[in-house]
């Protein structure tokens, strides 16, 4: 099919699309050609009900996903796929909660096709399978997963939450740098890119997912698996890039979007001033009066004489100097939040959401008279924060290496603990892949074992390794693609691509002609990911399909490492119970 001039194949580019039913000719003639099945069918479910639809596996050219089969009001309801991929809702009764594409009453009952997209989905996980649906699963300790690779990862996910009966956020990815509206998804290239921190440059949504597109796949994927255990959809990192109206109502379309998530983490770090933290005097004096209304200011230095949260006083702030310094540092910040927050709520009417502030993405590690500040204005302003996300010292894809070792960790865990608990939050941690077992532990311990921890790149890593292994050509071409994109970066003064590049051009000397391309060089580590939703001129996707047309064999082997990597990481976490 053809959007925009760009052609896609929705069954090999998975959450794109906000629908799953995406030509409905096709649906109406694979109907006719089914329609005698269907039929008889009909006179079996009349008797056999649920039961009976559970036990085919197709319906003429309609195949049957037992596990999402239930019953609604004497209707009996179910998923199901064509052999082009596209899914439907199929029902049988008197009555059904969903439009249908097509009816007809056969052996006294009403049979419906109706097409899966974001409002038929959110319609069927809230009025007839809530236990499919995602949830707000407040302050509790779980894991964030992240779903790069969308429908090829959640069959090990899946596995790993019923293995280890806990709870996780398992539609997660970030708005903007790996997700976008499906409208922007589906245009070329824009000229506006996203950077990830000290490293470099990727497309907006560099995944190739839209936002609405992995909510509707990734709840449609657990219809079909009937996935019933509690789980979240967080839409993760939304960022407010700029100051003022501009970049809140950006921040807004991406929440709009992402309407039907359950979880919602903000990015507001580009309007830190935390240059603000060291100043004193009138240099303070004019930050604070740029960044607080004069109206506010006095009311503000008033209402830290006391300590109305009774937040350990080693905690708190201590002078009128400190709390003009973290307004001029945070006050920006936190009104965007608090605006934000309310939209999401207009947005709700009443639905229960998860909100999580983030200050990970600041530069420094955060104080915990920091993290008390925003979380007692955001408390002020009526925002409920279920999670708060500090910068402990993480960094993405290394152990813990500050100089305070893991004591100094531990130490700094149990302030923020502290601090939070104070507010009814959480800790969440992010840049939360390849720790060692003892670090998750320790940091786990240090918060009594209410923390959350998010994963994200890790995921897309074990899928390289498993190409590595299993699909060594494709692996290769994947490899030199991200060397190339490393040294466009390098070119452009990236010092981390530099020094990745030269590391393994010398190890390509040291080991000549034994040299094997490596899932686990730097380079390639830190680099590979911008490949599966690369865009050519046109907004023509260059190779994600082919991220997606793995042989059994590979999904099985990936859902194996996936189960591993998951069960282990809640065992180090001590989650498991």
């Known amino acids: 099919m053809q959007i925009n001039g760009i052609t896609i194949d929705p069954a090999v580019n998975p959450a794109v699309l906000d629908t799953l039913t995406w030509d409905e000719a096709a649906i109406k003639s694979a109907i006719a050609n089914s329609e005698v099945a269907i039929q008889a069918l009909t006179e079996t479910v009349k008797t056999g009900g649920a039961d009976k639809l559970r036990s085919v596996e197709q319906i003429g050219e309609l195949k049957v996903f037992a596990p999402s089969v239930v019953s609604k009001d004497n209707t009996i309801y179910a998923l199901a796929a064509l052999k082009d991929g596209q899914r439907v809702f199929v029902s049988f009764g008197e009555t059904s909660l969903l439009p249908a594409i097509w009816e007809k009453t056969l052996a006294g009952m009403t049979v419906r096709i109706s097409p899966v997209n974001v409002d038929t989905a959110k319609a ?82 560099h995944t190739g997912s839209s936002i609405e597109g992995l909510w509707l796949t990734g709840v449609a994927t657990a219809i079909e698996h009937g996935f019933g255990q509690p789980y979240g959809a967080d839409l993760d990192h939304i960022p407010v890039k700029t100051a003022g109206p501009e970049g809140v109502a950006r921040a807004k379309a991406l929440i709009d979007a992402g309407r039907h998530f359950t979880f919602f983490t903000l990015d507001t770090s580009a309007l830190f001033n935390l240059d603000a933290l060291k100043l004193t005097g009138a240099e303070l004096d004019a930050a604070f009066a740029k960044a607080v209304p004069a109206e506010a200011q006095a009311d503000l230095l008033k209402s830290y004489k006391d300590n109305p949260a009774n937040v350990n006083a080693e905690y708190w702030l201590k002078s009128e100097t400190e709390v003009k310094q973290m307004a001029a540092a945070y006050w920006v910040s936190i009104e965007a939040a608090t605006e934000l927050y309310r939209h999401i709520v207009s947005l709700k009417q009443g639905e229960p959401f998860d909100f999580e502030f983030s200050l990970d993405e600041g530069p420094e590690i955060t104080e915990p008279v920091e993290q008390t500040f925003v979380l007692n204005e955001l408390k002020k302003r009526g925002v409920s924060v279920q999670f708060i996300a500090p910068n402990v010292g993480f960094e993405k894809r290394v152990d813990y290496r500050k100089p305070d070792g893991l004591p100094g960790l531990t130490q700094r865990v149990r302030r923020m603990h502290e601090i939070a608990q104070a507010y009814g939050a959480l800790l969440d941690f992010h840049s939360g892949s390849d720790k060692a077992p003892l670090t998750y532990q320790t940091i786990s311990r240090a918060a009594g074992g209410n923390v959350k921890l998010k994963v994200s790149g890790k995921l897309q890593l074990i899928f390289s390794e498993v190409a590595a292994d299993l699909d060594p050509a494709f692996f290769n071409e994947w490899w030199d693609w991200t060397l190339g994109s490393a040294k466009a970066e390098a070119n452009r003064g990236s010092e981390v691509a530099k020094t990745y590049i030269a590391k393994v051009e010398e190890r390509r000397a040291a080991e000549g002609a034994s040299f094997k391309k490596s899932p686990k060089d730097l380079f390639f580590t830190d680099f590979s990911f911008g490949m599966v939703g690369a865009k050519d001129e046109k907004g023509q996707f260059m190779f994600r399909d082919r991220f997606y047309k793995m042989s059994g064999v590979f999904k099985e082997e990936y859902t194996r490492r996936t189960v591993e990597y998951l069960v282990k990481l809640a065992q180090d976490l001590e989650l498991v119970r």
């Open 124 to 205: 069927f996980v809230t009025s007839i399978a809530p236990q499919f649906g995602p949830k707000a699963l407040g302050a509790t300790p779980r894991i964030g997963v992240g779903n790069r690779q969308s429908t090829m990862v959640w069959p090990g996910i899946y596995e790993a939450l019923r293995k280890t009966k806990i709870t996780a956020e398992i539609i997660q990815n970030s708005a903007y740098r790996e997700l976008a509206p499906v409208s922007f998804i589906l245009s070329p290239p824009a000229n506006e890119v996203t950077y990830l921190p000290g490293h470099g440059s990727l497309n907006i949504g």
